[in-house]
């Protein structure tokens, strides 16, 4: 993996920091699977969120903003699950 992809790693997981608390209130969480070369970043939900109704809301507006509000050169975030 190649140095600038590690920092752009590091740069989303430290984005997902901000949100993670308010997943784990209610049992969930959110790993990332991939960054791809077209700067899609592919995630999965944990815990209770695999299940939550509200999942799809959360990854447009707290997920996805979270990692586009700190790294402007993500294009999109998806869930893989």
């Given amino acids: 993996m190649t140095d ?3 920092e ?9 920091s901000t949100v993670r608390p308010h997943l784990h209130v209610d049992g969930g969480d959110v790993e990332v699977v991939e960054l791809t070369d077209d700067m899609h970043v592919k995630v999965r939900w944990v815990g209770m969120c695999q299940s939550c109704s509200m999942s799809a809301m959360t990854l447009r507006a707290g997920i996805q903003e979270a990692i586009r509000g700190k790294i402007p050169e993500i ?4 869930a893989v699950n």
């Fill in 4 to 6: 600038n992809k590690q």
């Fill in 8 to 16: 752009l790693l590091d740069r989303i997981e430290d984005a997902l």
């Fill in 75 to 78: 294009i999109g975030v998806e």
